[in-house]
């Protein structure tokens, strides 16, 4: 990206595996010293990997939902970990399964201060109810997320399901906001970048 322009990171991924065969939770949970099993309190498994930090929640069902992933890499290794240590203690569960990103959540950061009255009046899709909620909410029809704006030019993007579409998003929203004139840009930046490592 050119230098002054937006910047984000992001914040995590939600994806579902489908491991394809009933699961044993009981077993498993008596076989996995970290697993968090209560079926009272909730019906899935939940085991947390420190490295990549992902959190799993595991169905009877073969399904898995895996969260806390920074990135598509982190996520294919935590994948390959769980399929790993799910087969290590007895579950016969395939060495590939189907994954699917559901969700991508990215902060970032435009470096430019925004006229949400204006921009609110020019976006299609959008809405900007200040004494509700801070932010002008404007949902993206290509990549399809929604995105969260504010004042200051930070923002949150939402809905993705890959980090290309983050990125193109994020670079789609700056090119879109400058080119409605709604977008005041910050002379410098350094010290913005400094703050978005900090969010």
Do not use: W
Not at 163 to 175: G, S
Request: hydrophobic content about 40%; proline content about 5%; charged content about 25%.
């Amino acid at each position: 990206m050119e230098s002054g322009g937006p910047t984000y990171r992001i914040e995590n991924i939600v994806a579902t595996v489908n491991l394809g065969v009933e699961l044993d939770l009981e077993k498993l949970a008596e076989r996995l010293a970290m697993a968090e099993y209560n079926p009272d309190q909730f019906p899935g498994l939940i085991l947390r990997l420190t490295k990549p930090r992902i959190s799993a929640l595991i169905f009877r069902t073969g399904k898995m939902v895996c969260t806390g992933a920074k990135n598509e890499e982190d996520l294919k290794n935590a994948v390959r970990a769980l399929v790993k240590l799910l087969r290590d203690h007895g579950a016969e569960v395939p060495f590939d399964p189907e994954v699917q990103v559901q969700n991508i959540v990215a902060s970032g950061n435009l470096h430019a201060e925004v006229d949400l009255e204006q921009a609110v009046l020019m976006l299609e899709n959008a809405m900007y109810e200040p004494e509700q909620f801070p932010g002008l909410i404007y949902r993206m029809s290509s990549p399809r997320v929604v995105m969260l704006i504010f004042g200051s030019g930070k923002i949150v993007c939402t809905g993705a399901k890959s980090e290309r579409d983050v990125a193109t998003a994020v670079q789609k929203l700056y090119n879109q906001l400058k080119d409605l004139g709604v977008l005041y840009i910050e002379e410098g930046g350094g010290e913005e970048e400094e703050e978005l490592e900090e969010l």
